[in-house]
C-alpha cells in the first residue's frame, strides 16, 4: 500500500452545493468480514430517527467464510431512504460504497449510469484485483467510466486514525466500515449520535475496540467534511408521516413480536419449537430471549421433532409455534398432517428461501405456496396467511393465532427472506389496537365428546391433559366424526373429510375483504401476495399518474382467499400476477374462478423492481411488446 | 379456565384411590391373541394406580406399530402419533406442561428406526418422560419384516436370503446417549416388568424400559430359549444394584471381570471376586460390559442398568420461566419500545 498524506489535515474548508433530493438508494457491499450489514443497519437506524420512510435489503452470501476478497464472498445491503412514502429497497442504487474489488465487480453494473461509485482505493492491490477476476485495474483503466468514481484511501486513513491504540493492523482493519459509514452520514448531512450512542452499548465491555471504531467513525466524517473530492453534499428531507411513535423494525423481528402479542391477548403461554434454518432462525433468537413473558423455546434435534413438540405442546393448551424454511416445511409435512387430523391449533412459520432442495438459501422467492396448500397426503386443508411488508408480519401473526384457536386448525404464515431481513419504520401500536384473540377449553364432562363441533365453526372442542373427566385419545387414524373412536367407515371418512375441508372454508366469515388500492374497476388489476407488495403497488401507482387505467390488490389471506375476491377480479378486464415463482397464486386463481389471468414470474431469488412490473403491465395494455426480464451479470443484490 | 401454567395452575385435582380397572378404556383390545403386548398393557394398569398421580395427569403417546396402540387401551389421556415420532410430541408436552406424567409406548422400529434420532435426543436432554420400548425384534404391524433389532442373517419376508445388518441394542443405545435410568424386563416375568415399570415412572428425568415382547405371529419364540420358566433362573441374570452379580436356580453361579471381560464363574462359592453391580455410578462402563452379555454365552441381564439423579430438560426450562419472571413480568411495552424510538407529531 502507498502510503500518502491525510487530507484531513487541510485547513481549507472547501465550498460545496446542497442538492435536496426526494429519495436516494444506497448500497454498502465488501467482502463479509468488512461489517457491511452493521455499516448499513446504523445508516438505517440514522435514516430512520432522522425521519426519512425507508426500505432495506439486505443481502449475504451463503458461505459464511467464503474466501476473503472472493466474488462469492461479498456481502451486501441496500437502503432506500426518501421524503415521500416508499415501499421497496430502490430499484438501482445512486450511490455505491464498494470496500474491495469483488465488491465493485458484483455490483456495479446496478448502479445507475452517472452515479456515485465510493471504493476503497487501497483495496485495488494484484492479489485482490486477481481473486475478482480484473485482468487490469478498472480504477485506471477507464472501464468505470459511466460513473462517477470516488476514490477514498479508507484503509490508509483508518489505520492512521488508529494510529496508537493498543491493537494489531487486522483488529484495526476492522474498523473501515465504521470509516466507511462517517463518509456517508456526513455525506447526507446526517449526525453521528445514534450510532456513538449503539458503538458505547455494543462495545462498552471492549474500550478500545470502541475508542477504534468511533475514531474510524468520526475519521470518515471528517474526511467528508474536508475533502474536495465530494463536490455536491445531499439533503433527503424527512417524509410526512402518520404521527406516533417509530422504531425500526425487520420482518422477522415483527414475525415474534406478533406472536408475543398474540400470547399476550389470548393470555396463554407461547411454545416454540425450531431447528435453525436461514431464513428464519432470527424468530427463534427473538423469542427465545422472551423467558420473562413465560415463552418457552426448545431448539428441537430437526424439523420434525421441531414440528412434533409444537403439537405437543398445543396438546397441552399452549400457544403453540413451530418456524421454518421451505426445506423444513418438506420435513415438517407429516406431522401438520396429524395436527390436521387431530385438529389442534397450531401455526406454522414459513420464512421461504430460493428453491428447490437447498436451493439458494439466503435468496428470497415465494415458491412455497402450493407446497403450503397442497404438500401433503390426502385431502388436508390448511389455513394459510402471508404478510405483505416486515411491519405486517407484525399484525398477520396476531390473525395466523386468531384464525388457529378459533378454528382449531393448524394455519401456516407465509413469509419470505425479503421480508424477514427487510426493515422499515415501523409506527409503534398498542396492544388495544390489535383484535381479541380468543381461546376456549372444553371443561364439562357431561357435554364432552372429542369430535363433537361448533355448529358455527366446526371447530371440536380443545380439551386439554389435566382436565377431569376428559380423559379421551385422539391421533392420526380417522376418527369417527362423534366420539373420535377408530373408525374405517366409508361415510364417516367422506364426512370427516368435508368437515375439514369445510371449516377452513368457513373461516372466510371472519376475513376482511380484499381492498382495492385504486379505482375498483378498470382495464388491469395487478394481484400480487407476499413481500412483492411494495413494487406492486408503486408500479401500479405509476402506472396511474401515467393515465393508465390499473388498479392493484395484495391478498394477505391465501386459504381461503377473502369473501369478495372473485368480484374485485372481475370488475377488471385483465388481471396480472406478478410472483417469485412459476406462477402459483396464478394457478390457485385460474383453477377457482376460471379467469385467464395473466402470470408475471420472476425466480432470480430477488425482488420484483418496481420496474419490471410496469414495463409488464405496458405490455399486457398493448402498449409495448412483449416485455422480457433483464437479468445483469453476477450481481450480489440486483436482479 | 385459564391457560394452565407450569404447575397445572386451576387444574388441580383430589387424590382418589384408583384401582387398575380405573385405567382400562372401553375399547376393544385389537392385539393378536397370545402377544406379548398384552402382558405389558395388564402390568401397566396394575402399576399405575401405585403412582398415585391423578388420572388425569397421565398422558399416554405413541407412534406407529402394533405396540403404538396402546394408548387406545388406557383410560387417561392419550396420543396416537405418527411412526417415529411419539418423543417429539411427548418433549413438547412436557416441556410445556411438567405438572403432567407423561409416558411414552413405542417399538424397535419405531423407537429405534425411523424415530432412532429423537430417541438419542429425548435421552440426552434427561426430559422426564417414560419411555417403553416393546422390542419383538420384528416389524409386526407391516407383517413381518426386519427391524433394527433382528439378529444377523434372520430369514424374514423382507430378506428372504438372511439379513446383512447387524442389531442394535437398545440398553447401549440409551446408555450411550445418557439416559439416566435404564433396564430391561419381559413380558412373561409379569411381577419383575410391574415393577420396573413402577421404578422407571418413579424416576425423575427420562427412564427408558426395554422389554422383550414376544411377537407370537411373525417371531414366535424370539426370547424363549432363555425366557422359558423351566430355563429362566439359569440363563438370565436379574440384576440388583449393590450386589454380586448373580444366577442359576440357587444363585450358585456369577459373573466376575477379568479386565474388562465378563466371565461366568460357575458354582461361586463366595461372593470374593463376583462383579458387583452399582446402577447408580455415573460411570456406564460396568453397564455397558452387562449389557453385552446375551446368551448362550452368558446369561441374560434384566433389571435396572443405570438410575442416576439429574437436573431435568422440562425443570432446567421452567425455572429459566421462573427466574425470568421472577425478576419481574415481561412487559410488552418494554419490548416494544426497545431500541432506538422517535416520535413524529
Ligand atoms: S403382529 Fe405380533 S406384535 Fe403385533 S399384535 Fe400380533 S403378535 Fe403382537
Known sequence: MVSRPMTTESPVRPERAVEELDRVTIRFAGDSGDGMQLTGTQFTKTTAVFGNDLATLPDYPAEIRAPTGSLPGVSGFQLSFASTDIRTPGDQPDVLVAMNPAAVRTNVNDLREGGLLIVDEDEFNASNLKKAGYPSNPLEDGSLARWQVVRVPITHHNELALDGLPLNAAQKFKSRNFYALGLILWLYGRSMDTTIRWAEERFGRMPEQLDANVRALKAGYNFGETTELFRTRYEVPPAEVEPGTYRHISGNEATALGFLAASIKAGIPLFYASYPITPASDVLHELSKLRNFGVKTVQAEDEIAAIGAAIGAAYGGHMALTGTSGPGLALKSEALNLAVMTELPLVVIDVQRAGPSTGMPTKTEQADLLQAMYGRNGDSPVAIVAPATPSECFTMAVEAYRIALKYMVPVIYLSDGYLGNGSEPWRIPSLSDLPDVTYRYHTDPATFSPYRRDPETLARPWAVPGTKGLEHRIGGIEKSSETGDIDYDPGNHHRMTMFRKERVERIVNDLPPLEVSGPATGDVLVLGWGGTY???????????????????????????????????????????????????????????????AVPFNKIAGQPFKIAEIEGKIDEVLGLSGPYELQFGPASVLGG | MAAPTASGGDIISDLPVLTRKDFVSNQEVRWCPGCGDYSILAQMQKMLPDLKVPREKIVFISGIGCSSRFPYYVESYGFHSIHGRALTLATGLKSARPDLSVFVVTGDGDGLSIGGNHLLHAMRRNIDLNVVLFNNRIYGLTKGQYSPTSEFGKVTKSSPYGTTEKPLNPIRVALAAGATFVARSIDRDTKHLEETLFKAAQHKGISFVEVYQNCNIFNDGAYAAFTDKEVRQDRMVYLESGKPVRFGKNMEHGIRLNGFTPEVVMNAASDDGLLVHDAATDNITLANILVGMDYPEFPV????????????????????????????????EDVLYSGETWTVS
Do not use: C, W
Request: charged share 25%; net charge positive; glycine share 8%.
Open chain 1, 534 to 596: 411494495g413494487a406492486i403497488t408503486t408500479a401500479a401507482e405509476r402506472a396511474r399518474r401515467r393515465g393508465l387505467s390499473v388498479s392493484s390488490a395484495h391478498l394477505r389471506y391465501l386459504n381461503p382467499f377473502p369473501g369478495n375476491l372473485e368480484t374485485v377480479l372481475r370488475s377488471f378486464k385483465k388481471v396480472l400476477i406478478p410472483e417469485l415463482n412459476t406462477g402459483q397464486l396464478s394457478l390457485l386463481i385460474r383453477g377457482k374462478f376460471l379467469i385467464d
Open chain 2, 301 to 332: 441381564p434384566v433389571g435396572i442398568f443405570r438410575d442416576v439423579a439429574a437436573p431435568t430438560f422440562d425443570q432446567l426450562l421452567q425455572k429459566q420461566v421462573d427466574d425470568a419472571m421472577a425478576k419481574g413480568a415481561g412487559k410488552f
